[in-house]
């Protein structure tokens, strides 16, 4: 039995080993790539492996009454995802009152199963986590950018 953030730390090394700025935090670790930040967490896999949870963070909030409209867009956005998702998350916002709308922040969301932590899997992580990054903030980019933009 491993000791627990074995798994996390060893992908951490290997990441900053193939250049990746790469930095704990709490429970998990921020991966830096140019002007975005990926937070992973990894867990051991009790029937074997590694699970890898990949979090971006797109700055982007939406009001409680626009939810209709976006779900619809997000869900043609995902459709076209092959490396992660696009999810709400509420913003617990402790300040406001109980009229207030609910906020949500738009994230990108991914899991990845390493069968072990070899250097194959981790050139795998690397490449999944890459692509991932690259595919989500070209869609939400060219949604907000094009014609027919997101409005939130």
């Not at 080993?17 to 992973?40: F, I, K, Q, W």
């Not at 949870?53 to 043609?76: F, K, T």
């Not at 992580?125 to 949604?143: K, P």
Request: hydrophobic share 40%; glycine share 10%; no cysteine.
């Amino acid at each position: 039995m491993t000791a627990p953030g074995t798994e996390l730390q060893r992908i951490m090394r290997a990441l900053e080993e193939s250049g990746m700025t790469v930095e704990a935090v709490e429970d998990g670790a921020l991966v830096r790539n140019g002007e975005s930040r990926v937070a992973l967490f990894a867990e051991p896999d009790p029937q074997g492996g590694v699970i890898v949870r990949l979090h971006l963070d797109l700055d982007l909030y939406v009001e409680e009454d626009a939810l209709p409209d976006i779900l619809m867009g997000m869900n043609l956005l995902n459709q076209g995802l092959d490396y992660g998702a696009l999810n709400l998350d509420p913003v617990d916002d402790e300040e406001a009152g109980d009229d207030t709308p609910l906020t949500f922040a738009v994230l990108g969301r991914s899991v990845l199963w390493l069968r072990d932590l070899g250097s194959s899997e981790l050139e795998r992580l690397r490449e999944h986590l890459r692509r991932f990054e690259a595919e989500v903030t070209e869609a939400v980019e060219r949604t907000l950018h094009g014609s027919k933009g997101m409005s939130a």
